[in-house]
């Protein structure tokens, strides 16, 4: 239950308005521990409403909600206001924090409305310009992020001291084994096994020795707002650093939306020419769409095993429908790569979707 009286007066303290009757409507929840309302309410400040964000530990909730690696730091800031604040200090587009308490728990955050890139693109065919020119704007705000967010700030920021390295990437890849195939009711013989765990181990080692760069790792259609002014970036407290075609990866190859291959294709030559124009940087295409493939490939597989999981543990089936879909992107690109055949001969003995 929210606390209605305490929730006013914050409310009061930051309009400077007496607000006298506020409504709270509690908004769908993603795969996380936090739940969030839309706080509305009649005034003549021009602010009318706001988002609330309650975390499940006010205390405790101090982690990243997904498995890290990297530097020890001592950096005890909830990583959301840790990360805001070095993104907002590059001129990222975030939601404005007008409230933070560390007991409650609460996040009072700037009400960017409903327009998530996931439903706006559903209002047109995925291979029209206005879809085009969309995605054109979330790898305009995506390439602003790798140039300006790698660097560190004067204050010490949590994405800095983690990193996808080659564990973080095993640790994915056996967070599939384990939920996409094992807790789905099949059996993996020990060989079998540890021949996917070491073609696998191969893959991780390889992302991980690629250049590093700020990355979101949830960059996807829900979780960027459409504004009139730009793409403005949200639930990024699991920034680390990254391989910079992991975050296009996670873009393009959503696991909601399933992109013509023509649009993904036309889309990375985007992202190249425009990193070319604004870096005087050259891109080696053939071999940064290899990397794309790659990266596609270990993303969807974690994320595949990453719904299973959220229905098995969090006991939230909402993501399931996704798998399928998801399972066939990572089809599409192990067929694309002769020497991953093997290994997809061999995974689709125990993944259907990969046969």
Same mark, same amino acid.
């Given at each position: 239950?929210?606390?209605?009286?305490?929730?006013?007066?914050?409310?009061?303290?930051?309009? %400077?308005?007496?607000?006298?009757?506020?409504?709270?409507?509690? *908004?769908?929840? $993603?795969?996380?521990?936090?739940?969030?309302? %839309?706080?509305?309410?009649?005034?003549?400040?021009?602010?009318?409403?706001?988002?609330?964000?309650?975390?499940?530990?006010?205390?405790?909730?101090?982690?990243?909600?997904?498995?890290?690696?990297?530097?020890?730091?001592?950096?005890?800031?909830?990583?959301?206001?840790?990360?805001? =604040? &070095?993104?907002?200090?590059? =001129?990222?587009?975030?939601? @404005?924090?007008?409230?933070?308490?560390? @007991?409650?728990?609460?996040?009072?955050?700037?009400?960017?409305?409903?327009?998530?890139?996931?439903?706006?693109?559903?209002?047109?065919?995925?291979?029209? @310009?206005?879809?085009?020119?969309?995605?054109?704007?979330?790898?305009?705000?995506?390439? &602003?992020?790798?140039?300006?967010?790698?660097?560190?700030?004067?204050?010490?920021?949590?994405?800095?001291?983690?990193?996808?390295?080659?564990?973080?990437?095993?640790?994915?890849?056996?967070?599939?084994?384990?939920?996409?195939?094992?807790?789905?009711?099949?059996?993996?013989?020990?060989? $079998?096994?540890?021949?996917? %765990?070491?073609?696998?181990?191969?893959?991780?080692?390889?992302?991980?020795?690629?250049?590093?760069?700020?990355?979101?790792?949830?960059?996807?259609? =829900?979780?960027?707002?459409?504004?009139?002014?730009?793409?403005?970036?949200?639930?990024?407290?699991?920034?680390?650093?990254?391989? =910079?075609?992991? $975050?296009?990866?996670?873009?393009? %190859?959503?696991?909601?939306?399933?992109?013509?291959?023509?649009?993904? $294709?036309?889309?990375?030559?985007?992202?190249?020419?425009?990193?070319?124009?604004?870096?005087?940087?050259?891109?080696?295409?053939?071999?940064? /769409?290899?990397?794309?493939?790659?990266?596609?490939?270990?993303?969807?597989?974690?994320?595949?095993?990453?719904?299973?999981?959220?229905?098995?543990? !969090? !006991?939230?089936?909402?993501?399931?429908?996704?798998?399928?879909?998801?399972?066939?992107?990572?089809?599409?690109?192990?067929?694309?790569?002769?020497?991953?055949?093997?290994?997809?001969? *061999?995974?689709?003995?125990?993944?259907?979707?990969? /046969?």
């Amino acid at each position: 239950m929210i606390d209605i009286v305490s929730l006013q007066s914050i409310l009061n303290s930051i309009t %400077r308005v007496d607000i006298k009757e506020i409504e709270t409507l509690r *908004l769908p929840g $993603d795969a996380s521990n936090r739940t969030y309302y %839309r706080i509305s309410w009649k005034s003549a400040s021009p602010l009318k409403s706001m988002i609330l964000m309650v975390l499940a530990e006010p205390e405790g909730f101090k982690g990243s909600e997904e498995a890290v690696t990297g530097t020890p730091s001592s950096i005890t800031e909830l990583p959301f206001i840790n990360i805001h =604040r &070095h993104l907002e200090s590059c =001129r990222i587009r975030v939601p @404005k924090i007008f409230h933070y308490d560390s @007991k409650t728990g609460w996040i009072l955050l700037e009400d960017l409305g409903d327009a998530m890139l996931a439903d706006v693109i559903a209002q047109h065919p995925l291979d029209s @310009k206005p879809v085009c020119d969309l995605y054109q704007k979330a790898i305009d705000t995506l390439i &602003h992020i790798q140039r300006f967010a790698t660097h560190p700030s004067e204050t010490p920021t949590l994405a800095h001291c983690r990193a996808f390295d080659q564990p973080l990437f095993v640790w994915e890849f056996d967070h599939f084994i384990e939920y996409g195939i094992e807790k789905s009711g099949v059996s993996i013989p020990k060989k $079998d096994k540890a021949v996917i %765990r070491a073609a696998f181990s191969d893959i991780a080692l390889r992302l991980a020795t690629l250049p590093q760069r700020f990355t979101h790792r949830d960059y996807h259609s =829900r979780n960027l707002m459409v504004q009139s002014d730009a793409i403005c970036v949200i639930d990024f407290q699991d920034a680390l650093m990254g391989p =910079r075609e992991y $975050d296009l990866a996670s873009l393009l %190859r959503d696991s909601y939306i399933d992109l013509p291959e023509s649009t993904v $294709d036309q889309l990375i030559s985007y992202y190249i020419a425009r990193w070319e124009e604004q870096t005087f940087e050259k891109i080696n295409q053939e071999r940064f /769409r290899e990397v794309f493939d790659l990266i596609s490939i270990q993303r969807n597989l974690k994320a595949a095993g990453r719904f299973i999981y959220i229905d098995q543990v !969090k !006991k939230n089936p909402k993501f399931l429908p996704y798998v399928p879909t998801t399972l066939c992107k990572v089809k599409r690109n192990l067929e694309k790569d002769k020497r991953l055949k093997p290994l997809q001969a *061999l995974l689709s003995k125990y993944v259907k979707e990969l /046969r």
